[in-house]
């Protein structure tokens, strides 16, 4: 399932697009932990940044996305 990234969308819209099209169930809304949140970006970043560049990318590289992603708010 593709899912479109939009830059106005909520973390927790990120995260519950990421759930999905990793086939997880997303029956306990509200449940996550702040860690889990933050793991969950983290992996979206470095999916992101993989199909970007074509390549794994580096800490520093997902540091600096997620910065950029968040700035905004």
Request: no cysteine; aromatic share 6%.
């Amino acid at each position: 399932m593709f899912v479109h990234h939009d830059s106005r969308q909520t973390p927790s819209r990120r995260r519950a697009a990421f759930a999905a099209r990793a086939g997880e169930a997303d029956d306990e809304a509200g449940g996550d932990s702040l860690e889990d949140a933050a793991r969950d970006e983290r992996r979206l970043a470095r999916e992101r940044l993989r199909a970007e560049l074509g390549r794994d990318p580096t800490e520093e590289e997902i540091d600096e996305w997620l910065r950029r992603q968040t700035e905004g708010y």
